[in-house]
């Protein structure tokens, strides 16, 4: 089965809102709605990348505190699903994008078992890898105009992909 726009675009979505970047999440929001997705389609392709952006950042708490002898218990990355194709695409899209080693094995495993194709997680890893760079553009855009005085940063910005 073949990735369909409507499953790219909450990907994509989610991936921005994991990354952070307000001009993809911007893009994606419209291009997520041109696909015809509802907008509790698109609520839970945010609240899938936030969840995995949280637990990545629980994953690396507990971790930074075990070099200074503490142990937090950081729970399991967030739990997969298994069986809902757009939920583990965008989990993998945003693991992915905020480098999150423990949740991304997590849901690669639950889309195998829900029959994804790995042609399918390849073009998701692609395009989480090219919004996480654009991303990270936009923050060294931003850097580099405080270097600049008289470039506003706001002109500068370009829509994602």
Do not use: W
């Not at 809902?84 to 195998?112: M, P, T």
């Amino acid at each position: 089965m073949a990735i369909t726009l409507k499953e790219k675009e909450l990907a994509a979505l989610g991936i921005s809102i994991a990354a952070g970047c307000k001009p993809c999440t911007d893009f994606h929001v419209r291009k997520v709605r041109e696909s015809g997705a509802s907008d509790a389609e698109i609520r839970q392709a945010i609240n899938d990348a936030l969840s995995v952006r949280r637990s990545a950042t629980d994953i690396m708490e507990a971790y930074g505190l075990t070099h200074l002898g503490e142990r937090k218990s950081a729970g399991d990355p967030e739990d997969a699903r298994g069986t809902d194709r757009v939920h583990e695409l965008v989990c993998i899209g945003a693991a992915y994008g905020v480098n999150c080693v423990s949740s991304l094995k997590v849901h690669l495993d639950a889309a195998e078992k829900a029959g994804i194709s790995h042609e399918e997680i390849e073009t998701i890893v692609k395009l989480s890898a090219f919004i996480k760079g654009k991303a990270a553009s936009h923050v060294e855009h931003l850097a580099e105009s405080l270097k600049k005085p008289e470039v506003v940063y706001e002109q500068q910005v370009s829509a994602c992909c």
